[in-house]
């Protein structure tokens, strides 16, 4: 294995991609990152930030090429870029084909088409893959019926992964969060802005109702710190027969949500 172990990261430029790539820089990773803009922040913690559609196999070619070519290989994959066409108020009936497209693209093909071609590198440095999956993968909701899909089958290709390549020195792991601290929730125009006006109230009242709706016992959401922690310590290898799994971090949800 090379000294300095290089890191790929997916959908970087804020939210829980830049605190993973922040959190792998500090424990010495040389990180390789890709997003459609590349922050000052995602500057600060890269080796390599990469401007990418990864809604394209183009994209997805282009960042992980850059990492092989520029940087020698691959030790560890984090799959993090996802899409969401909704909320859909008018559930299933309302998703059309090019927003289906749209989210399995970005939330599948993307980690199928990273996966694929970072592959022969991870398996040469007996590396790790690490998918971020999301609760709704067992925990579907109507207004997020293509997402929550488009998640469990990232789930399921992560333990499919895991038992074709475990046996030739690799791991691929799942990390299934639930709400977490991201512009996803907090910023105008987000998901849960869209959430909260469905449900009549306004963004701070639907935040702060959310762990009490989640059933969470912790009484709070996560914080994209807390992802990137568990990043960090899969990818130590400080407990290295984990693999094939699923790891929930939600707050103590429970599943009749
Ligand atoms: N936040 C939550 O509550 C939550 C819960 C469960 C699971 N997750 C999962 O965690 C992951 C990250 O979510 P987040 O909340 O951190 O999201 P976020 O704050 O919206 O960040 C998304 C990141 O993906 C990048 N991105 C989006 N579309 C892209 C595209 N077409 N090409 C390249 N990059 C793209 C964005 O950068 P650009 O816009 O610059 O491209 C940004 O860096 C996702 O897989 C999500 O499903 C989140």
Known sequence: ??????????????????????????????VVAGARTISAELTEVTS??????????EGVDRLIEAALTELGGIDLLVNNVAG????????????????????????????????????PSILERRGHIINIGSV????????????????????????????????????????????VRTAVWTEAGSTGDALATMAGVSRQEFLEALPAAFTMSTGRITEPA?????????????ASNINGSDLVIDGGTRNEV
């Open 136 to 179: 709704n993968a067992r925990i579907p909701a109507s207004p997020l019926v293509d997402y929550s899909a488009a998640k469990a089958a990232l789930a399921n290709l992560g333990k499919a992964l895991a038992e074709e390549f475990g046996p030739r020195g690799i791991r691929v792991n799942t990390i299934s969060p639930g709400p």
């Open 48 to 57: 390599l930030a990469v401007p990418v559609d990864l809604g394209t196999a």
């Open 84 to 119: 969401m066409s909704g909320p859909h108020v008018g559930g299933f009936l309302s998703v059309t084909d090019d927003q289906w497209r749209h989210t399995l693209e970005l939330t599948l093909m993307s980690a199928i088409r990273a996966s694929r071609a970072a592959l």
């Open 1 to 30: 294995m090379p000294e300095t172990r290089t890191a790929v990261v997916t959908g970087a430029s804020k939210g829980i991609g830049l605190a993973i790539a922040a959190a792998l820089r500090e424990a010495g990773y040389q």
């Open 226 to 238: 807390e992802i990137a922690a568990l990043v960090v310590f899969l990818a130590s290898g400080a």
